[in-house]
């Protein structure tokens, strides 16, 4: 059986369902990722950033005779934001190849055109299944990164602490678990805003004006998932030279996520993106005690922050893609299919 689900309103025991089908997945396509948990895992699934909407679909084994309800064996969710929408399906791997994967798409994809939205992105984990289920669909390659992942066990600690004090002079560094105080959200956005200009075309949301930074860490306290970031300030102007952002959530606090880290224009050459790094994962090692690796996506075009992440102990892991296609397309495809 296939409906319409909403995580806010669904029982516990959906909720831990979808967590065993989720650890499946990993287990089967991603064995070296640590295990999800159930914490704040309902949030993760319901809150969104305001003006975005996700809908979401499960497929579920009938109810049991005793009356239990069936498993949650595969999921489809789509966030709706400005103009795309942004897919993310799973499929226990005990029942992959049946065809429920296209039939969560097609579900999904009818969806997005009835809303009005022109186009449908989707992340593609490299060397799983997922990268021949969505070319089969008629999806495109649009977007390569690197994920990597530091083993915090074989950091080297000395050498660590030596690079987070190896910035020039005129610059200081400060460490702001739970986000950006808001007397530097100003400067934290302009940045932000300015790199976003002139980088490297990455996809990751950029939150560069003031309300819609504050929305974003807002919403990212809301599904459980905790900011911390070490800023770069600029003693002359008091401008945010530099800036790194880490999330560690509650739903595989092991591993954190690297998200932007940004050095502005004019602050750049003086080891400012190698210290801020080096400092974060120092106040992290005491901070989150349960912390053992941290995971980063990189263009594989941006070799100056990937040099900085293999001095720091980051290995390259795998490809990590963004694919895409156009809705109405892919609804004719579906449609046509058998
Ligand atoms: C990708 C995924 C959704 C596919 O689900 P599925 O139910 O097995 O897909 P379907 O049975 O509908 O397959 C549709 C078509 O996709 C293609 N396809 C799917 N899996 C494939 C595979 N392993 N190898 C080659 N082609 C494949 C085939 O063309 C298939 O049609 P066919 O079976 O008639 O040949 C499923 O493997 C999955 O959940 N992967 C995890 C995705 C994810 O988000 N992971 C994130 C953490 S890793």
Same mark, same amino acid.
């Given at each position: 059986? &296939? ?17 065993? +089908?989720?650890?499946? &997945? ?10 999800? $948990? ?72 009818? $969806? ?33 990164? +690197?994920?990597? &992942? ?61 309300? $819609? ?82 995971? +980063? ?33 892919? &609804? ?7």
């Amino acid at each position: 059986m &296939v409906r319409e689900w909403d995580p806010r309103t669904a029982s516990s025991a959906e909720i831990a369902s979808l967590l065993d +089908t989720l650890n499946a &997945v990993l287990t089967a396509d991603l064995p070296q990722d640590p295990p999800w $948990r159930e914490s704040s895992l309902r949030e993760y699934l319901s809150e969104v950033m305001p003006g975005e909407r996700r809908i979401s679909w499960v497929a579920q084994e009938e109810p049991a005779a005793d009356g239990n309800p069936g498993r949650i064996l595969g999921q489809v969710q789509v966030l709706l934001l400005g103009g795309i929408g942004v897919l993310e399906v799973l499929v226990h791997p005990s029942v992959r190849r049946t065809g429920l994967g296209r039939t969560l798409v097609k579900l999904a994809a009818r $969806r997005i055109r009835d809303e009005g939205f022109g186009s449908i992105g989707v992340e593609v984990v490299g060397d799983t299944p997922a990268v021949a289920f969505y070319e089969s669909l008629g999806f495109a390659r649009e977007y390569v990164e +690197t994920r990597s &992942v530091l083993d915090l066990g074989a950091v080297d600690w000395p050498a660590l602490a030596e690079m987070a004090t190896g910035i020039g002079a005129g610059y200081h560094l400060e460490f702001c678990p739970g986000g950006p105080p808001d007397d530097v959200i100003e400067a934290y956005a302009r940045a932000k805003a300015e790199v976003r200009d002139v980088d490297d075309g990455e996809l990751r949301p950029s939150s560069y004006d003031p309300e $819609r930074l504050r929305d974003s860490l807002d919403t990212l306290h809301r599904r459980g998932m905790k900011p911390y970031i070490v800023l770069a300030i600029h003693e002359q102007s008091g401008e945010v030279a530099g800036l790194t952002e880490v999330v560690v959530p509650a739903q595989h606090p092991t591993r954190a996520d690297q998200y932007d880290t940004i050095v502005v224009q004019d602050h750049r050459g003086y080891g400012i993106d190698r210290a801020i790094k080096a400092r974060m994962l120092l106040e992290l090692r005491s901070a989150e005690p349960e912390l053992a690796e941290v995971q +980063t996506w990189n263009a594989q075009a941006n070799e100056a922050m990937l040099k900085v992440n293999a001095e720091l102990g980051y290995r390259p892991d795998r490809d990590w893609c963004e694919y895409g296609v156009d809705v109405a397309e892919l &609804v004719h495809r579906l449609d046509a299919h058998p």
